[in-house]
Nanobody
Framework: QVQLVESGGGLVQAGGSLRLSCTISGRTVGSYAMGWFRQAPGKEREFVTSISRSGGNTYYADSVKGRFTISRDNAKNMVYLQMNNLKPEDTAVYYC??????????????????WGQGTQVTVSS
């Protein structure tokens, strides 16, 4: 059983930065492609970014490209999401996800096997 725990969310002003962390336990993190998704109130969960098992390949939604950076440290079983130049429309609950058989460029939530509980990010204008 894989468990994911997100941390690092909070309240920030527009233009500010936050760094989210995802701690993985239960299995070797290098076995999984990892992704970040987000869900705003009244909206469907949407893809943000993903990273390959080795960390050598990444994929971003157009809405965050150039502002967000995903990275991973397999030795520490950690995945990170650095968010810069945050905008009010980035406000959402952010979820970390792990996929055993998913390709790193998969933006489809149902293809990921494990999910964290989410961390709230609120960006004020």
């Amino acid at each position: 059983q894989v468990q994911l725990v997100e941390s690092g969310g909070g309240l920030v002003q527009a233009g500010g930065s936050l760094r989210l962390s995802c701690t993985i336990s239960g299995r070797t993190v290098g076995s999984y492609a990892m992704g970040w998704f987000r869900q705003a109130p009244g909206k469907e969960r949407e893809f943000v970014t993903s990273i390959s098992r080795s960390g050598g390949n990444t994929y971003y939604a157009d809405s965050v490209k150039g502002r967000f950076t995903i990275s991973r440290d397999n030795a520490k079983n950690m995945v990170y999401l650095q968010m810069n130049n945050l905008k009010p429309e980035d406000t959402a609950v952010y979820y970390c996800a792990a996929g055993g058989a998913v390709d790193y460029y998969s933006a489809t939530a149902r293809r990921y096997d494990y999910w964290g509980q989410g961390t709230q990010v609120t960006v004020s204008s």
